[in-house]
C-alpha cells in the first residue's frame, strides 16, 4: 500500500477543480464516473466525499490526463 493510498484510506484525499482553469473537456469525468459528473455546459461536479481507496488510482489518472491541469487531488493530515 502506497503512502497516498494510506492517507485516502483515512479518508484524507479529496478532489478538486480549479474552475478558471477548467476548459470543460469532460475527461476528468470518463476517468473517474463515480466521483465527477458533469453539467449541461460539460464543467465538472466534483464530489465532496473523500475518495476512497479503491479509486485513488483512478483519481489520480484523471488529475494526470487533465489538459489544463485543473483536477487536483488534495491530501489532509499530516
Known amino acids: 500500500m502506497t503512502t497516498a493510498q494510506r492517507h485516502a484510506g483515512a479518508g484524507g484525499a479529496r478532489l478538486g477543480v480549479d474552475p478558471i482553469a477548467c476548459e470543460a473537456h469532460g475527461l476528468c469525468a470518463e476517468l473517474v464516473p463515480e466521483l465527477i459528473t458533469v453539467d449541461e455546459w ?10 476512497p481507496a479503491s479509486l485513488l488510482d483512478h483519481a489520480n489518472r484523471a488529475v494526470a490526463a487533465c489538459p489544463t491541469l485543473a483536477l487536483r487531488l488534495k491530501y489532509n493530515g499530516p
Open 42 to 51: 460539460g464543467y465538472p461536479i466534483v464530489s465532496a466525499d473523500p475518495v
